[in-house]
């Protein structure tokens, strides 16, 4: 069992560029979401989904964009990247979504556009 | 949105007990609140949830008194494994993407 696994790692982009960050679960889990953390801060949701095919948007969503096709997978594209985007990024899942459940959260992933 | 407020920052030595207080003066009746743990370069970890009075698991204690406007995190006996931004939060209900991470407490224990 693996958890959450997000990949890459580490990534450098050029302004403009575009790129998917891979987000993957192997629990069986409805609710995924994406969040970004920003040096010194808390976390922020960007999108989320309640189940394959069904995607929404969190508090900071423009930039950015998802799909859910099955249950394991949640990719987040970054359509067109700027340096405002440069942040560490964090695919989370749990097993239907409400507050109450335990958020499982992969490793990240480091973002640096210049 | 139930807001937190927690310290910045907390220092300790190894083998002490750390309490982390959060406050959360508007807290709705049905919300829980929940803390997680989040190591440099990894990302967040469930620690402890509780409803009320006092909550106790392998990591940690978590201590709610009655009129639920203030929680606090007691981590027993601290390791320089601990270091560690502890991030509470206030929500629940049933609803979804109503937990907002603040920027947390960064503890950091010294040998």
């Known amino acids: 069992n693996a958890g959450v696994t997000q990949t890459p790692k580490f990534q450098v982009l050029k302004t403009g560029q575009s790129m998917t960050l891979q987000c993957a679960q192997d629990?069986?889990?409805?609710?995924m979401s994406w969040y970004r953390q920003d040096p010194g801060m808390g976390l922020r949701l960007i999108h989320y989904?309640?189940?394959?095919?069904?995607?929404d948007q969190g508090e900071v969503p423009n930039g950015y964009n998802v799909s859910r096709s099955t249950t394991e997978d949640f990719p987040l594209r970054l359509l067109s990247a700027a340096p405002s985007q440069t942040s560490v990024y964090f695919c989370?899942?749990?097993?239907?979504?409400?507050?109450?459940?335990?958020?499982?959260f992969g490793p990240g992933t480091r973002l640096l556009v210049l | 949105l139930a807001k937190t407020t927690q310290p910045i920052s907390m220092d300790s030595y190894e083998g002490q007990e750390v309490n982390i207080t959060c406050s959360h003066n508007?807290?709705?009746?049905?919300?829980?609140i929940t803390w997680y743990q989040q190591f440099p370069s990894q990302g967040p970890r469930f620690i402890i949830q509780?409803?009320?009075t006092k909550v106790t698991n392998e990591v940690a204690s978590l201590f709610i008194p009655a009129d639920r406007k203030s929680s606090t995190l007691s981590l027993p006996r601290v390791s320089l494994s601990d270091t560690a931004v502890y991030y509470c939060?206030?929500?629940?209900?049933?609803?979804?993407?109503?937990?907002?991470f603040g920027a947390g407490t960064r503890l950091a224990v010294h040998p």
């Open positions: 989370a899942s749990s097993y239907s979504g409400t507050d109450q459940e335990t958020q499982y």
């Open positions: 629990m069986n889990h409805e609710y």
């Open positions: 989904s309640v189940g394959a095919g069904i995607t």
């Open positions: 508007n807290i709705a009746t049905n919300d829980y």
């Open positions: 509780g409803y009320k």
């Open positions: 939060l206030v929500g629940g209900s049933g609803g979804y993407n109503k937990l907002i």
